[in-house]
């Protein structure tokens, strides 16, 4: 039974994307932490006073709720500009941009 073309070695495998045991287990464990208020409250205070470390909760929300998909964020329906005046140091000629 040669292998086709195209075909993996066991097409009806574990589907894309799937949690194993221990993904699982450790989504619940982040979860529980991040969720409960006590352990909330701690890092907030922590994170204030600076003894926490910011990548602490941006981990732990990882952990719990996987990361962050942009493609689920809007766009902002107009555009954002943003004008910068920077003045020329002293000596510098301004070149005019249009030819």
Request: some cysteine; glycine content about 10%; charged content about 25%.
């Amino acid at each position: 039974m040669p292998f086709e073309p195209g075909q993996s070695g066991n097409p009806l495998g574990r589907p894309k994307g799937s949690c194993n045991k221990t993904r699982r287990a450790v989504r619940e464990w982040a979860t529980g932490i991040v969720e409960d208020p006590q352990v909330q409250a701690r890092l907030l205070a922590d994170a204030r006073t600076g003894k926490l470390h910011p990548s602490v909760f941006t981990v732990l929300m990882t952990y719990a709720y996987g990361r962050p998909n942009l493609r689920d964020v809007p766009e902002p329906e107009t555009p954002i500009t943003i004008e910068l005046n920077i003045p020329k140091p002293p000596g510098v000629m301004r070149r005019d941009s249009t030819g």
